[in-house]
């Protein structure tokens, strides 16, 4: 039954929208959302030890160094909802020793979601987000506001890493690995246009998760 598991990757920039569209694909094709930056800060709000060495490199916008992280996530993949019912990674790898340590693992994408935003976009919208601690919902003030009800409004969390200096530092983390680790992945990799409505992105990101997963016919088929 393993065979036909999902195995789904997306990246992009920060704030090019891999939360927001990671809810609709695990809704959709129940497959199970792995978010590092997730993990990551449930680790800093309980105050373990791998929270306490990560929190100065995430407020910072520093990437996490991958001895931390790397150890993390393979202990997640082995989980028995992953093993069920297929994975969705998102914001790992960030690095080529992050992509090493899964190929030596022997985990592979069938397919990697690449969203595509321009800068300024990501910027808006790094200022403009706010989350809900209590249902994890991914808001932004102007293009996706939060319900009028003041138990939410009062309670919405605008991240620590979420301010315009702090977003630039990550943008420039993300560029020095991107291309070398797109080049790893390339024969899967499928482009998406990330700055249109949420929904449209949807749209794009079914095709091309339904294109992949399709039966595929055989060499000789029809001839
Ligand atoms: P992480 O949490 O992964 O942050 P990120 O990559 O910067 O991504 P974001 O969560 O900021 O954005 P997103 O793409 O999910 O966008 P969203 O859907 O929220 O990582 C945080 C930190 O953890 C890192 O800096 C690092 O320190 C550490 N870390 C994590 N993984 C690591 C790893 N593997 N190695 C080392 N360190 C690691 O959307 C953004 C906003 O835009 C929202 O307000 C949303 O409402 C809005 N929006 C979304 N889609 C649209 C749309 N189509 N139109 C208009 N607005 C939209």
Known sequence: ASQSLKRIMITGAPASGKGTQCVLIAAKYGVVHISTGDMLRAEVKAGSELGKAAKGFMDSGQLVPDDLIIGMLQSRLQQEDVLKQGWLLDGFPRT?????ALDQAGVQPDVVLQL???DKVLLERVVGRRTDPVTG????LKFDPPPNDPQI???LVHRSDDTEEKALVRLEQYYSHAATLLSRYSNVVQKVNGMQDKNAVFKEIEFAVDATFAPKSKPGDGK
Request: aromatic share 6%.
């Open 116 to 118: 595509d935003v321009d």
């Open 137 to 140: 919902a991914i808001y932004h």
């Open 96 to 100: 080529d020793a992050q992509a090493e």
């Open 153 to 155: 409004l009062d309670r």
